[in-house]
């Protein structure tokens, strides 16, 4: 069973501070993708990245891929109160599903 | 273009009855695919469907049984509602899978069970 760890399980932060959230397994993934959730809605795809090692940007935010493709991490920079939802890691690469963590959720206060 | 749409988006049902939740996609995906999602556990996956006429079991499938009898429409069935079933299920459609497919997800169905 492959099972994908999120951390921290919650964030509460200032409006313009910098946050990391973390995806970690002891499975290799081909793929690792992250998903934002706003109450009431399902999740959006915000990025998926497929190579060890591979940095992607979108605007304020920073996905990364380990290079053994075990784990990613989410970096906001400046975060906004806009950004807060849940933020949900998933895995690819085991047949026609996905693999997907518990979430973060975050809250960001003006 | 819709996307996934799901209905109802809320029901109240009593323990033992049944019900059915429809999902309907415009995208012409072959994969259909039916979560729940329950507080601290992340989205689960039921079933799932890879084209007409197809289903298979996901990681927690029992009490719940699929039909895709259309290409459009995933159907999500409870013939015998338990409280443990009170959630929020999530349907989903893609491409067939590759390097990093994009799920697309419908805005969710609540259920409570009494």
């Known amino acids: 069973t492959q099972l994908l760890e999120q951390s921290p399980q919650f964030l509460s932060i200032q409006e313009g501070e910098n946050l990391t959230v973390y995806c970690n397994s002891s499975?290799?993934?081909?793929?690792l993708q992250w998903y934002r959730q706003e109450p009431g809605e399902g999740p959006v795809l915000l990025v998926t990245?497929?190579?060890?090692?591979e940095v992607k940007k979108l605007k304020r935010l920073t996905f990364q891929f380990g290079d053994a493709r075990k784990d990613s991490s989410l970096h906001i920079t400046a975060a906004q109160p806009g950004d807060t939802g849940l933020y949900l890691c998933a895995g690819g690469g085991y047949g026609n599903k996905l693999v997907f963590g518990a979430g973060t959720i975050l809250r960001v206060k003006s | 273009n819709a996307g996934v749409t799901q209905t109802p988006k809320f029901r109240v049902l009593k323990t033992g009855q049944s019900m059915t939740l429809l999902c309907a996609q415009d995208m012409n995906h072959e994969y259909m695919y039916w979560y729940r999602q329950d507080p601290g556990m992340g989205l689960r996956l039921i079933h799932y469907?890879?084209?007409?006429?197809?289903?298979a079991k996901g990681e927690v499938p029992d009490g719940y049984n699929v039909s895709r009898l259309k290409k459009q429409n995933f159907l999500l069935g409870l013939e015998s509602a338990a409280p443990s079933q009170t959630s929020v299920y999530f349907c989903a459609s893609s491409t067939p899978p590759g390097a990093g497919e994009t799920q697309y997800f419908g805005p969710g169905t609540r259920l409570l069970v009494l």
């Open positions: 990245v497929v190579t060890g090692g």
């Open positions: 499975s290799v993934f081909s793929s």
């Open positions: 469907s890879v084209g007409e006429g197809t289903t």
